[in-house]
């Protein structure tokens, strides 16, 4: 007899699937960033001691080994501290304050809004909630963003200064931003003069397949768009090495770049340039990165597949549940007919299970249509994800049923 | 026969006196907190996992060490990444956008003032001005600011909604706040119902003689006033440990806290939890940190000392001019004549002696008398400190020579 929804919460199960979390076996991969901790002593290789003030932008060599993992010039990118928010809020709350290259502090303007591609980024969503800036919902398809509804947008509303991107493994649909998207957000007339993709790599390295997927060189589409200033371009390590204890970069333009130092150079002397020693020393290259992030796919691979499975069995032909299968990333997506998502969530509690929030994923946590859930399958354990997968099937018949 | 400023040029030196950065010998002073950084391994005390998200506030005990350094409730302390500077800016751009607690955001009022002792730290200054809020010079005196001028302006304009206070071993002045002028700073009435203390706590440990000096708890005065949420206290581990790797804490009212947790909850997961585990490990307690300052104060009074004697050697009995013996801190004031600062900077450049530029211990670099000179002993060797107070005395003998 299979499971039931009642035969599940029987079995008393208390797990948290709601964070994109990286699980302990991931970070025992950088296992050697604090093993050899002891021995990467102090002096970067131009002889600049660690451990004292400055560098404001970051160490050289820090710089030198984003600019490979994101393909741009060292002289546009700044490694910054432990988190790649943190850039993007104080992007946002400097834009709001002093404005960006090319336009006036945001506050001076009575309405400002930002478009945000749905499903997307709950913490996105919070900053500009927080800075008082007007949300719009941008259809999201399977590579990218509905760009015919955002070159209307943006080349009408001069209220608009910015979209929010996730070109890789969109979080959490996993969407993959094609060329010609990429193209349109780099070329696309736009009302407000300062206008801005706040372009978040987030998921650059991420891969869940044999095919190491890519998208277009944003910073180079915009110069030759000549909108070279454009971009803002956010990543960090935290999901390759330590989750709270990474390196965190943005790259842009160089006036970007000269912007972001005239700011900051206001707030900090300069990051922990001994943290961004040891990744240096850790990582090495970006083919020290790929290797790592090959064994992050090993232990992470399944669990996906895991969720998969569980789901093709449980939801397998049920009418309007449909999720999808990422080729990268932190999440997947399950979409509940319309007007299930919360109350699947809610029976997935009682049974023990901590999901995201349903409307998480929208901007005032509000999915217009109820469906989405956004499920976190790195953090548990194998044996756990599969039952967590169950539990979340069984939830959502269970709340079908209740009809 | 003397040596003359012409005979000090012909040194070809070559020194950067313009910061109060640490010396390498000081920072060899917390080399285990490196060695020892392979076997610290990444399980605080509570079973936490450093390497990854969470922990907004900071790990447990890395606020257990920030309450037992400033004597105030774990509660009321927010350890954080490796400025104070950041937690000071922020407070400021968070106060503009959003407010502080029992007030409106700062941006909707058209002018928004801070009190500034003066001489005072040019960083604070630097803040104030970039986000636009006026800085109105207040005298100081060896107890603090004078209190009759800071009582009659905060009592009777609305505008006026922060003092920024070095209450220890203040930069540069090394005047130490009596307990009346802490007293009377949490006691007095604000027209503005927002006023705040910024308390920047950034010498409390670093001693230059025999007494430790301390100034009274200033969350208990404002709390005995009927003033709970009027201070917020800044402070870190950076001449402690690290320049660009250490810690930094905030510590407030319970609300204050609670505010700082909501704003900075948009901002960040957490902070690197690993650097404040290293922390916690290598300090210990608070009897731990003295000792590692009494080890500081070996390497840096003899520095101050050597100022003091070639001044005194070659300044002494000069008219109008002075210069203060501080009790702690990193900086020793140098008084010239009024109008004779800028020009004296200007010869110590051209003998190839870098000082801070005349002004800067002053709101918008302006020293309205041309007197004061910011010296910051600890980063050259013994040697060079004697060399640079001497080249720095005959810039100054020069300069009065011209006229």
């Known amino acids: 007899m299979p499971m039931t929804y009642n035969d599940f919460k029987q079995l008393g199960m208390r797990l948290d699937m709601s964070r994109g979390k ?60 432990n988190s790649s928010l943190e850039l993007m809020h104080d992007a946002l709350a400097f834009a709001m304050l002093f404005g960006v290259p090319g336009g006036e502090p945001w506050r001076k303007q009575d309405d400002i809004a930002v478009l945000c591609p749905v499903p997307g980024y709950d913490r996105h969503f919070a900053i500009c909630e927080a800075l008082g800036i007007r949300m719009i919902n941008v259809p999201m398809n399977d590579d990218g963003p509905d760009m015919d509804f955002v070159e209307s947008q943006v080349a009408s509303d001069a209220s608009i200064k910015a979209i ?24 696309m007339p736009a009302a407000a003069p300062d206008f801005r993709l706040l372009w978040d790599d987030a998921y650059r390295f991420h891969h869940l397949t044999d095919q190491k997927h890519s998208t277009l060189n944003v910073l180079d589409a915009c110069a030759a768009a000549g909108h070279e200033d454009r971009a803002l371009i956010f990543a960090s390590l935290s999901k390759v090495t330590f989750g709270g204890g990474a390196m965190a970069f943005l790259a842009a333009s160089k006036r970007n770049v000269d912007w972001w130092q005239q700011r900051v150079s206001v707030r900090t002397i300069g990051p922990d340039k001994l943290n961004q020693l040891r990744h240096v020393r850790f990582l090495r290259d ?62 997935a509690a009682e049974a023990g299970l901590v999901l995201t929030p349903a409307g998480a994923a ?42």
Not at 62 to 67: C, D, F, H
Not at 164 to 176: D, E, K, Q, R, T
């Open 286 to 347: 970006r083919a020290g990165l790929e290797r790592l992030m090959e064994c992050h796919r090993a232990l992470v691979e399944p669990k996906f597949a895991a969720i998969a499975a569980a789901f093709a069995e449980h939801l397998g032909g049920l009418e309007g549940v449909t999720w999808n299968a990422p080729a990268g990333g932190y999440f997947i997506s399950l979409y509940t007919p319309p007007g299930f998502a919360k109350r699947t969530v809610a029976l």
């Open 164 to 187: 929010w991107c996730v070109p890789l493994y969109s979080n959490p649909s996993g969407a993959i931003y094609s060329a010609e998207v990429v193209r349109r957000l780099a070329a």
């Open 22 to 81: 990286p699980a302990p076996e991931q970070l025992e991969l950088s296992r050697a960033l604090l093993d050899e901790a002891g021995t990467t002593g102090f002096l970067s290789r131009d002889g600049i001691d660690c451990r004292n003030y400055g560098h404001l932008l970051g160490l050289p060599e820090a710089r030198e080994l984003g600019a490979a993992f994101l393909e741009v010039p060292v002289a546009q990118v700044v490694a910054g501290g």
């Open 362 to 403: 929208y901007p005032y946590g509000r999915d217009p249509d109820d469906r989405h859930l956004r499920i976190a399958p790195t953090f548990p354990t194998l044996d756990e994800v599969r039952l967590a997968a169950l539990g979340i099937a069984l939830s959502l018949r269970r709340a079908l049923e209740e009809i």
